[in-house]
């Protein structure tokens, strides 16, 4: 979660700032509801709605028409709830002496994986004197949480008499995928085969679940066999494709939601053959121009991309000249003199002549989900709704 919002200027000139496209998420939404249009959507939300900032996201997400919302953790969930998110909130990363009780008293549905969770559950479920909301989960094959299907047997029967016990109610059967991203895996189609076969022995033997789902984005946006009653969006909300495999955030009518941008901190005049930051990993091919982007690898920028990452200055794209320090990198700006100030945009939806968080990824060697929910709490996220800043800035700092 990120910290307080205090009241900021909108229009004061700031170290670096992540805008938050409010009203762009508002259409991700509308767009992925139209993809999966006779499943309920979950707005996944977890890791601080993927460096976006859960609780604008999730309010935003509300609005639009999202009918759940998902957090990995049980923090994450209680945390939403404190800040009076209402509906179906469901969270899946459990230990052992998790706060179940809370969780329950706070009307958040859960994920059980094994029976060792199942015995928690029921324990706090029994204390509190309320029915806990219960997801069971099977593996289909992605070896991570779930349920393998040697075990479900047991799993499906041991909450069958925590149900009938009036401890639990069994609302959800679900699974995850390893490879939607690859569209045409053939684990995707092996998956969904095992996950309809668990789902029938659970339905078979009295199991009756309000929601069955295993499509996350990739899924919601490529395999409609896959959408159940209900889809589990993370990535594509904030309007980031999950692969280039899947398409292009466009081929969906999504777009993304934040850019990042700083403020040059110096520009100055060098002679050729000047080494440039730790290491001189790069040296000045002749008298140049640099800039100073204020922004490091503690900001959530990779380090990964030193010599290649990709910033708009002044109209052209320039790259990270040597090493990506702790809070700040240089750019050589190859004559060119903007004014000490000057906005330096990373990432954006790309459409002014930015780089995505796309073009970081690929810099960088990972994947665009990491480049925005590694993006540090010492950049302030600045919401803004149908291009106009709402005035506040919520600087977890
Ligand atoms: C993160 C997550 C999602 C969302 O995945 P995206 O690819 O970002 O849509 C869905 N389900 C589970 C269990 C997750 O952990």
Known sequence: MTGTTTPHPPSAPLRA????????????????????????LMAVVKSDAYGH?????????LEAGAAWLGTATPEEALALRAAGLPGRLMCWLW?????WQEAVEADVDVSVSGLWALREVTGAAARAGVRARVHLKADTGLGRSGCQPHDWPELVAAALRAEADGLIRVVGLWSHFAC???PGHPSVAAQLTRFREMVAHAEERG?????????????????PEAHFDLVRTGISLYGISPSPEVGTPADFGLRPVMTLSASLALVKHVPGGHGVSYGHHYTTPGATTLGLVPVGYADGIPRHASGTGPVLVAGKWRTVAGRIAMDQFVVDLGGDEPPVGARAVLFGPGDAGEPTAEDWAKAAGTIAYEVVTRIGTRVPRVYTDNGDLQGSVDAAV
């Open 53 to 61: 900032g859960a609780v604008p996201c999730a309010r935003a997400a």
């Open 17 to 40: 700032r992540a805008e938050i496209d409010l009203a762009a998420l508002r259409a991700n939404v509308r767009a992925l509801r139209a993809h999966a249009p006779k499943a309920q």
């Open 95 to 99: 230990t052992p002496g998790g706060p």
């Open 180 to 182: 939607a991203d690859e």
């Open 207 to 223: 199991v009756r679940p309000e929601v069955r789902h295993i499509a996350n984005s990739p899924a919601t946006l490529t395999l």
